[in-house]
């Protein structure tokens, strides 16, 4: 059935707040988390009066629900489990802030060692391509961590330290794809293509996007060697920050990611009307991007919804790196921004300056990459 024009709207307007509201309202970007979290109730409440059907006649429940309260509980504190331990993203979070918490000395006193043998450009290439290479297998959340840790420790301006973050961040977005350890994204994807025709397995991510991910991962290495060279040693403003975080600063931290978590996963279900019956049609070319969307959303949900045995590897592909990629544009992108913003203090406007344009050459990159060699053949 067609979505009621008065819920699209309304669903509409939340998406024009959740994208304008952080960077008009100062309020707004000073309580982001809580601010998602009553944007992402508010669009559960308006789903709930919509009834989805997928193709196969299933009906597809929306709005509020147990299943989706329990998922917005546990999401953020179970991701994985380690020997039946369950792992998630608060818990190393706040574990790993208490580890630097108490050991914060030695730790900074090492990464400032490693910055006086190698130049920046150097230390600026390893933390954006090895962390971003690496992300598959420790996880974006860990890598996200490390980064926040060793961007504070260098003797680098705040717009310097701002403009290596966003770039990380892309980097380990982007490669964190790769196998299923690295986000929630390549589980999903994987479990929804597990079956005929494409069977796939641990290894199926790195085969089939490796070649666009990998060379990407260095491409972004050597864009922050770039931005890194312009600055000078003379500067003023370049310093390493001293460790200034209380143990009270840690815990809400995770408390912090708790709720954004919450609220990516209010957001993300909110909005499956759209998703469902607009977004998830789409031809590979417009779905490419009309993904920029999970700039905002959270791309776990948008791919549960586009992903199925049904696509070609191109649509497969196209709609994976158009969410990978517009996930590094805003804060609420992914699970390495919102930690590397809050660790750092970086507001939604000085991430954007650089996150918006960069993700925008990236996605026209990766277009031309994707779709120019099929318009070739045909011709």
Partial sequence: MALDVGIAIGLFIIFLIVLIGPFKIKIIEQNLEVFLFICGVLALTISGFVTLVDPTGKIIETGWRMDIIKEALTAPLKIADFYGIPIGIVQIVLVVGLIIYKWHEPIHSSIRRMTEMLSLKIMAFILIAILGLFSSVISAILAAIILVEMVNALPLTRKSKIDLT???CFSIGLGAVLTPLGEPLSTIAISKLSGPP????FTYLIKELGIYVIPGVIAYGIVGMFFLGKVSANDPGMKAE?????????????????????????????????????????????????????????????TAAEIGPTFTQLQINAALLGLLIAGGMLIPGNIPNIISAGKLGITSKEWARLGVPLGLVTMVIYFIILFVPSYITKT
Wanted: aromatic residues 16%; hydrophobic residues 55%; charged residues 20%.
């Fill in 242 to 302: 001293d460790y200034k975080e209380t143990l009270k600063d840690v815990l809400m931290r995770a408390v912090k990611v708790y709720v954004f978590i919450m609220a990516l996963v209010f957001l993300g279900d909110g909005f499956k009307p759209i998703i469902f019956e607009y977004i998830a049609k789409m031809p590979a070319e417009a779905l490419f991007w009309v993904n920029m969307v999970s700039a905002i959303l959270d791309n776990a949900t948008l």
């Fill in 166 to 168: 966003v770039i990380s």
């Fill in 198 to 201: 494409y069977y796939a397995t």
